[in-house]
């Protein structure tokens, strides 16, 4: 099953439970009576990425906040469903405890910390490590090469960076928690093309240097595919349709809803469409 839906991770003889993210039928509730995610199952290998797509409000951040354990915060809560990571169910576990897993998120709108420095943000990512300040010393040096604009405003004060230093500053301050699988949320949200393409360009480094699964919502749905190697869509807290990269892109349904190939006008809900088969997978 593995090796059909993701070549090019099985070719790496990867055991599908070693480093791997599944949220298998899941299910979640805001506020007792606001159900925004109806059984949704999807899978992010060891060292994939994998984008994770859908229009405003179809529930891809709430998706994150399941899995950072975070739902508590904003009176939401799993209903139904499992998560696991690392063959070990997490879904009941404390965000610093996800955290101490190898799982990181990177929100929305970057929220760095902008009254501390650049050096302070980037640090302030290893507070929950145990490994003594020789290996953090040396994770920080290797982050900061990833991102060598960041090397010289090391002592301003991050709130003066511009957004696209700032997306760079929230990757890196990730990158200290030494995690195995990264959650990028919207990370081209407000900048430039060019930053964009540089910050893609970073992505796809960061995979393949250090091994990190990576898990990319974004809106941009031609960049995110591009890097990906498989990806899902979700419109009205339910997969509609996955598959590898590659295929989803010449979808023609997903060229005209997600990566603009139509005319404004001539567009549709992509949950009109009736051809689409779900995922049941994992739906039992």
Not at 150 to 166: V, Y
Not at 175 to 181: D, H, I, V
Not at 251 to 273: H, I, T
């Amino acid at each position: 099953m593995w090796a059909c839906l993701w070549p090019s991770v099985a070719a790496k003889e990867v055991s599908p439970d070693v480093g791997s993210l599944r949220l298998n039928n899941l299910e979640v509730i805001y506020n007792d009576i606001i159900l925004v995610l109806r059984g949704i199952s999807l899978e992010v290998p060891e060292g994939a990425i994998v984008a994770f797509l859908g229009s405003n409000g179809a529930g891809k951040s709430t998706t994150l906040k399941a899995i950072s354990g975070l739902l508590d915060y904003e009176d939401g809560e799993i209903k139904k469903g499992v998560i696991e990571f690392d063959g070990h169910p997490i879904h009941k576990m404390d965000p610093q405890e996800i955290v101490q897993m190898g799982i990181t998120q990177v929100p929305e709108g970057r929220r760095i910390f902008a009254e501390l420095t650049v050096d302070e943000n980037i640090r302030v990512g290893a507070h929950t490590r145990r490994d003594g300040k020789a290996e953090i010393a040396r994770d920080y040096e290797r982050v900061l090469g990833y991102f060598p604009p960041l090397r010289q405003r090391l002592k301003i004060q991050a709130g003066f960076l511009s957004g696209g230093e700032q997306q760079m500053l929230a990757i890196a301050r990730a990158l200290m928690a030494r995690p195995s699988l990264i959650m990028l949320d919207e990370p081209s949200l407000g900048l430039a093309p060019l930053l964009v393409t540089e910050i893609f360009d970073i992505i796809r480094r960061i995979n393949r240097e250090e091994r990190v699964s990576i898990l990319l919502v974004e809106q941009n749905a031609f960049m995110a595919l591009a890097v990906a190697e498989y990806g899902y869509i979700m419109e009205n807290g339910k997969i509609v349709l996955d598959g590898p990269s590659g295929k989803l892109m010449e979808n023609e349904d997903v060229k005209e809803f997600y990566l603009g190939m139509k005319d404004e006008k001539e567009r549709r809900s992509f949950a009109e469409v009736k051809h689409y088969k779900r995922r049941k997978r994992w739906l039992s």
